[in-house]
C-alpha cells in the first residue's frame, strides 16, 4: 500500500514561501522509484498540474506559471517529497496534493493528459493562501 499526506501550507503573504511536504509511505517500495506530482485545484476550477517529475529525476515537468519559482526535492531517509515554493502569488492560492505512481512515462504527459490514471496513490491536499 503506498499512502500520502501532505502538510506544510498555510496563510503567506505575497513574495513570499513555503515548502509542502508529501509524506510517502513507501512500505515496499524505493521513493525514488515512484514518479511525483504536485497538482493544485481552486473551487469551480480544473485541477492543473504544476510538477511532475520522473523516477530519480531523470527528467521533470513544471508548468510555465511556476518555472524558475517552485522545485520539488526529495528525502529519501525521511520518506518525504518536497514543493519547494518562492515568490509565491495571489495566484497560486489552491488546495495543492501530491500523487504518485510506480509506473509512469514522461512527467509532462503524466501531468497534463491523464493524471487520474497516471497517478494511482493522492493525498487529501494542504491549502496554501497567498494573500495580504
Known amino acids: 500500500q503506498l499512502t500520502l499526506v501532505e502538510s506544510g501550507g498555510g496563510l503567506v503573504q505575497p513574495g513570499g514561501s513555503l515548502t509542502l511536504s508529501c509524506g510517502t509511505s513507501c512500505a515496499g517500495y524505493d521513493l525514488n522509484s515512484l514518479h511525483i506530482g504536485w497538482f493544485r485545484q481552486t473551487p469551480g476550477k480544473e485541477s492543473e498540474g504544476v510538477v511532475c517529475?520522473?523516477?530519480?529525476?531523470?527528467?521533470?515537468y513544471y508548468v510555465d506559471s511556476v518555472k524558475g519559482r517552485f522545485t520539488v526535492f526529495r528525502d529519501k531517509a525521511k520518506e518525504m517529497v518536497y514543493l519547494q515554493m518562492n515568490s509565491l502569488k495571489p495566484a497560486d492560492t489552491a488546495v495543492y496534493t501530491c500523487a504518485a505512481a510506480v509506473f509512469g512515462g514522461s512527467p509532462r504527459d503524466m501531468c497534463t493528459d491523464d493524471p487520474i490514471n497516471a497517478f494511482k496513490a493522492w493525498g487529501q491536499g494542504t491549502l496554501v493562501n497567498v494573500s495580504s
Open positions: 517529475i520522473s523516477a530519480r529525476e531523470v527528467s521533470e
